[in-house]
């Protein structure tokens, strides 16, 4: 059964840093596209980052952290990271990892993710 297992969320103070992880088990067809997501309370759900795995191009990031958050994929541990420096208040939201069936054509689309994580909190304090 295919699963993504989010970790690395917390609590941390304005200007730190958290490094999110996203482990993927059971999937018996290619993922391509995958992506960091985050909401917050009262918010619709936000794309954060992306990136193509398995021969694609593409990395990509919301305005709002460009240069502050990378996207990373270890094939080998077949798990996505989400190195997020520098942050602030308004980062803190529920993170959620996705995976897609196919590349992600320049888009950080939610309607294109196809398995979802359960999420993991951050908490940003100023």
């Known amino acids: 059964q295919a699963q993504l297992v989010e970790s690395g969320g917390g609590s941390v103070q304005a200007g730190g840093s958290l490094r999110l992880s996203c482990a993927a088990s059971?999937?018996?067809?290619?993922?391509?596209?995958m992506g960091w997501f985050r909401q917050a309370p009262g918010k619709e759900r936000e794309g954060v980052a992306a990136i193509d795995t398995n021969g694609g191009r593409d990395i990509l990031y919301t305005d709002s952290v460009k240069g502050r958050f990378t996207i990373s994929h270890d094939n080998a541990k077949n798990t996505l990271y989400l190195q997020m420096n520098s942050l602030k208040p308004e980062d803190t939201a529920m993170y959620y990892c996705?995976?897609?069936?196919?590349?992600?054509?320049?888009?950080?689309?939610?309607?294109?993710?196809?398995?979802w994580g359960q999420g993991t909190q951050v908490t940003v304090s100023s």
């Open positions: 059971g999937f018996t067809d290619r993922t391509y596209c």
């Open positions: 996705a995976a897609a069936r196919m590349y992600c054509f320049g888009s950080i689309s939610d309607a294109l993710f196809t398995f």
